[in-house]
């Protein structure tokens, strides 16, 4: 059973950075597109940033500039380096993988991201 874990959250200042892991644990292979999303108190889950297996790279409006986004498919896991955080970034934060020729999403359980000082 495939199992992504996250890691990384925490709490940071206003411009501070910090840095996400995704790895997927258990057999999985043909991962078509790796992403963050992100679900703020009262909000809905938005996209944060995705990265295709080609190595093309889409990101939120909110957070271009900011978050970069990076991936390795053989080691199954995904990074979200966040850097200039703001308040609003405040968010519980998910990766997800994507295998579209199965039609298969794997979701983590979400990491905790406090930006405050």
């Known amino acids: 059973q495939v199992q992504l874990v996250e890691s990384g959250g925490g709490l940071a200042q206003p411009g501070g950075s910090l840095r996400l892991s995704c790895e997927a644990s258990?057999?999985?292979?043909?991962?078509?597109?790796m992403g963050w999303y992100r679900q703020a108190p009262g909000k809905e889950r938005e996209l944060v940033a995705a990265?295709?297996?080609?190595?093309?790279?889409n990101y939120a409006d909110s957070v271009k500039g900011r978050f970069t986004i990076s991936g390795d498919n053989a080691k199954r896991t995904v990074y979200l380096q966040m850097d200039s955080l703001k308040p609003e970034d405040t968010a519980v934060y998910y990766c997800?993988?994507?295998?579209?020729?199965?039609?298969?999403?794997?979701w983590g359980k979400g990491t905790l991201v406090t930006v405050s000082s």
């Open positions: 990265i295709t297996s080609g190595g093309s790279t």
């Open positions: 997800k993988f994507t295998r579209a020729y199965y039609a298969l999403h794997y």
């Open positions: 258990g057999s999985i292979s043909s991962i078509s597109t």
